[in-house]
């Protein structure tokens, strides 16, 4: 599975971009997005997706319905 970003919900605050592990996180014009094909969840590196967890908005980083 992959995690998403809901840009309503995103303050662009950039907070998640320099703890993913995979470097699956993009920036362009203020909009934050998480490239599905390398998101790993941080499976291997960490308990929990960091960018969920340093993330100061609760629902702004969700997981990809399967």
Do not use: L, N, R
């Not at 919900?9 to 997005?33: L, M, Q, R, Y």
């Amino acid at each position: 599975m992959a995690m998403k970003i809901v840009a309503m919900e995103c303050i662009a605050c950039g907070d998640c971009k320099p703890v993913c592990p995979t470097k699956s996180i993009s920036e362009k014009g203020g909009i934050f997005k998480i490239d599905k094909a390398t998101c790993t969840e941080c499976e291997g590196d960490f308990d929990e997706p960091k960018c969920v967890e340093v993330c100061p908005v609760d629902g702004c980083i969700v997981q990809i319905a399967a």
